[in-house]
């Protein structure tokens, strides 16, 4: 099965959606949704009215995205852009997911901190949400904030905390209630608002979004335990053995929490998701008064904050959440996105659209293949081939003979106008089989090419010089590198 997605604009799909076909009837369902907001609420968790909050979030939440250190666990893709830079699904780049759950929560004010290979990033949510996000009544935008070297601070970033901290003098400037700190990395779908509701109502100073998880993966992440309304009693960072089983929450808590009996069986663990809601008055104490020397948030921060007395409480979360910081991850997080008919997260979701960058571009043109399980980005050229269980990404040019399967191509920043006979044109050439492979942007593959890790190399393999490297099993092929026809990988 072929599923063909299409990027979203915000010019295109929240302008329109907030105007509506008719005002009236807009205010009668609003007056309506506010006298059953806070019922709907509580009886239906997962849907959430901005008029649950006694303050607006758009008026009231400040948004701040993470955009983390080099990317060194995602390197190659880093090389070139900063992490959140990396292109996803086809269509989309990483910092589309938390942008748009953002937009999604009626959260419009949002600053993206970054410090690494920045230009691509720039230029993508200047072209994709600066000019959609603010207007003469809407104060709303979405802005870089790059590391920079001050006479206070000599120092580039040196953690998440203190990357807060460097930009608190323009944090404090703005006038919200409370500060969203989100992670650029990660693919899932979150409405913010009855995270930002729990954290009001339990007058919490702090408040972390907890994935519930099972005992293999718990080792891997920051946990917390939690008493039976949500307060963190302990935390430990990727305890192992009897640390571990002491970091097991009550089967009884968890029910409490909201959690089936099922459930809380399978996922007795609470994993830090790296989401967290200050109030802005403790954020700003914390990070000046309490803790200046603090540099992370999860290992540091959050736990001195619970042991001076600040109130610190979790959010169940219990959706589909995928770190994808490590290239396996990352290869596998963008090839469950093929999964019919229900994937573990999905880009068509008429009530919580991901949005991206509008880019014109012509329909996918696909001549004479066999195409199944397989998304197909916009402006691609696909000729007389099999493509099975992969992603091809913008502008995507696969000639006739090839064989694509479980491959993730990300395709090109431009048509190839200038080649010549002599050159490897931008795309994959003819009688090409690729498998088990990324395929970065604007990559040249010539003809009768094999890229499929035929040895089964699992470590690392670093071979740079010549546009490839194997890391984790999977083949990543540079971007803008060249591989000569005929090579085997």
């Known amino acids: 099965m072929m599923a063909m997605?299409?990027?979203?604009?915000?010019?295109?799909?929240?302008?329109?959606?907030?105007?509506?076909?008719?005002?009236?009837?807009?205010?009668?369902?609003?007056?309506?949704?506010?006298?059953?907001?806070?019922?709907?609420?509580?009886?239906?968790?997962?849907?959430?009215?901005?008029?649950?909050?006694?303050?607006?979030?758009?008026?009231?939440?400040?948004?701040?995205?993470?955009?983390?250190?080099?990317?060194?666990?995602?390197?190659?893709?880093?090389?070139?852009?900063?992490?959140?830079?990396?292109?996803?699904?086809?269509?989309?780049r990483l910092i589309d997911i938390p942008v748009s759950n953002?937009?999604?929560?009626?959260?419009?004010?949002?600053?993206?901190?970054?410090?690494?290979?920045?230009?691509?990033?720039?230029?993508?949510?200047?072209?994709?949400?600066?000019?959609?996000?603010?207007?003469?009544?809407?104060?709303?935008?979405?802005?870089?904030?790059?590391?920079?070297?001050?006479?206070?601070?000599?120092?580039?970033?040196?953690?998440?905390?203190?990357?807060?901290?460097?930009?608190?003098?323009?944090?404090?400037?703005?006038?919200?209630?409370?500060?969203?700190?989100?992670?650029?990395?990660?693919?899932?779908r979150q409405d913010y608002g009855q995270f930002i509701l729990q954290h009001r109502q339990s007058d919490a100073d702090i408040t972390v979004s907890a994935l519930p998880c099972n005992e293999t993966d718990a080792s891997s992440f920051g946990l917390m335990k939690i008493d039976g309304k949500g307060k963190i009693l302990e935390f430990a960072e990727k305890p192992k053995g009897d640390a571990l089983e002491a970091m097991r929450a009550d089967d009884q808590t968890l029910r409490t929490m909201g959690m089936s009996k099922e459930d809380a069986k399978e996922t007795p663990f609470l994993a830090s998701m790296g989401i967290y809601v200050f109030k802005r008055e403790a954020l700003v104490e914390l990070l000046e008064s309490r803790f200046p020397d603090a540099d992370d948030f999860g290992g540091e921060?959050?736990?001195?904050?619970?042991?001076?007395?600040?109130?610190?409480?979790s959010f169940l979360f219990q959706g589909y959440w995928a770190d994808i910081g490590t290239i396996r991850a990352f290869y596998d997080a963008n090839l469950s996105l093929t999964i019919q008919p229900n994937p573990p997260f999905s880009f068509y979701d008429k009530d919580?659209?991901?949005?991206?960058?509008?880019?014109?571009?012509?329909?996918s043109k696909v001549q004479s293949c066999k195409v199944s399980q397989a998304i197909i980005g916009d402006g691609c050229v696909i000729k007389?081939?099999?493509?099975?269980?992969?992603?091809?990404?913008?502008?995507?040019?696969?000639?006739?003979?090839?064989?694509?399967?479980?491959?993730?191509?990300?395709?090109?920043?431009?048509?190839?106008?200038?080649?010549?006979?002599?050159?490897?044109?931008?795309?994959?050439?003819?009688?090409?089989?690729?498998?088990?492979?990324?395929?970065d942007k604007n990559a040249r593959i010539g003809p009768n090419c094999s890229i499929t890790n035929k040895d089964n190399i699992d470590e690392d393999m670093t071979t740079e010089s010549k546009g490839y490297i194997i890391r984790g099993g999977i083949v990543v092929v540079l971007k803008d590198a060249t591989i000569p026809a005929g090579t085997v990988i």
Not at 65 to 83: D, N
Not at 302 to 311: C, D, L, T
Request: charged letters at 20%; one cysteine or more.
């Open 5 to 92: 997605t299409v990027g979203t604009s915000p010019l295109a799909s929240v302008s329109g959606l907030r105007r509506g076909k008719a005002e009236g009837a807009g205010r009668v369902r609003a007056a309506r949704r506010g006298l059953r907001s806070l019922t709907r609420a509580v009886v239906n968790p997962d849907v959430v009215d901005p008029l649950c909050l006694t303050s607006p979030a758009k008026e009231s939440v400040l948004g701040v995205i993470l955009g983390g250190g080099a990317g060194s666990r995602l390197y190659p893709l880093t090389k070139k852009r900063a992490k959140p830079a990396v292109p996803l699904g086809a269509n989309y």
């Open 102 to 188: 953002c937009i999604n929560s009626d959260i419009n004010k949002i600053y993206v901190l970054t410090q690494f290979n920045s230009a691509s990033l720039n230029r993508h949510l200047s072209r994709a949400y600066s000019q959609n996000m603010g207007s003469m009544r809407n104060e709303g935008f979405v802005e870089v904030l790059a590391a920079q070297q001050s006479p206070n601070n000599p120092n580039w970033f040196q953690g998440t905390a203190d990357a807060i901290r460097q930009y608190l003098w323009l944090i404090k400037d703005i006038d919200v209630q409370d500060i969203l700190i989100l992670a650029g990395d990660h693919l899932y």
């Open 384 to 439: 007389d081939c099999v493509v099975h269980h992969s992603v091809i990404g913008l502008r995507s040019v696969i000639d006739s003979g090839c064989e694509i399967r479980d491959a993730l191509v990300m395709g090109a920043d431009l048509y190839d106008r200038d080649a010549t006979p002599s050159s490897v044109p931008l795309g994959i050439g003819k009688n090409c089989k690729i498998q088990n492979a990324i395929i």
């Open 301 to 313: 921060v959050i736990p001195q904050a619970k042991e001076a007395g600040y109130n610190v409480q």
């Open 352 to 363: 919580a659209s991901i949005y991206t960058q509008a880019r014109y571009l012509p329909p």
